[in-house]
C-alpha cells in the first residue's frame, strides 16, 4: 500500500479537545501576536489561534488540507502550502515597524523531521518571543534537559543558550489520529533577554560539542584527543580551567563547554 505524505512525515493528528485546549493556553495567542504555525493538518490548532491572535501564517505540506482550511473565510489566517524546510521563516512576518508585534512559532511537529526544524529554528532564532511545539517525548526531554542528566544533549546546549526550554505536559498516544507508538510533550521555548555566551561561529561550537559527546561512558578528555590533541594536554586544560582532568561532557553547564570549545578549537 503506497503510504501519504503524511504517513511518511511520521504526522499524527490531535483529535483531544482537552488537550488542544491546554496547548493553546500555552501558546497563549493574544490580539498583537503573530502566529506562525507548522503543519495545519486540519485545522485543530490553527483555527483557535486564528479566532485569538491577531494574525495566523500556518504552513502545510498537503494541499488536501486547504479547502477545509479556506471555507472558515478567516481574515487573519493566511495559508502556505509549502515543505517548512524549504520556507525562511522571516519571509512569512509583516514588514519592520516601530511597533513590532510578539512572534510566536508553534506546531504539533512530525517526528520523522523535528530535528531538522530544530536546527532551523536556530537559524532564524533572533525572530521569535516564544515557541510551542509538541514533540516525541524523548526529543523534548532531550531539549529541557540539564547537565549531569542522560539526556543532555548539543542540541539542548544550542538552544538553552538563546531559549528558556520548559516541558510542560506529556500527551498520551491515544489523543491522536493516529495514535503514536510512542509518548508526546509540550515544550516552551522562552527567548531569553540575552544568550547564555555570544556564540559567533555556531558550527564550529556544534561540531565540538559532537565531539566531547560522542561517546557518553568516555571521559570529555578522551573523546577529545580524536581530534589529535594529545590527551595529557587536554588534561592540563582541563585542570588550568577548573575541571576535573576526568570529567565528562554532561557534567558541564553550556557556559563551561563554550569556554573550552574556545580553547580547544579557536575561531578562525
Known sequence: MKRTKRQTSGQHFLASSGIIAKIVNCIDPREDD???????GRGALTLPLAERAGHVVTIENDAAFLPALQE????????RIQDVLDIRFAELLPPASPSRPTVKLVGNLPYSISS??????????ELFDRVVFLVQKEVAERICSRPNSKNYAPVSI????HFSATLCFTVQPGSFIPPPKVMSAL?????????????HEPERFLRFLRIVFLQRRKTFANNLKSMGTPIEEI???LVESGHD??????????????????????PS
Do not use: C, Y
Request: hydrophobic share 45%; charged share 30%.
Open 158 to 161: 544550542l538552544l538553552q543558550n
Open 116 to 125: 531538522p526544524i530544530l536546527f532551523k529554528l536556530l537559524e532564524e532564532k
Open 72 to 79: 472558515k473565510h478567516l481574515d487573519n489566517l493566511d495559508i
Open 245 to 266: 582532568a576526568r570529567v565528562r561532557a554532561e557534567q558541564l553547564s553550556p557556559e563551561e563547554l563554550h569556554t573550552l570549545s574556545l580553547r580547544f578549537m579557536p
Open 34 to 40: 503573530w502566529i506562525i504555525e507548522i503543519g495545519a
Open 187 to 199: 515544550i516552551t521555548l522562552q527567548t531569553r533577554s540575552r544568550p547564555l555566551f555570544d556564540l
Open 235 to 237: 588534561k592540563r586544560i
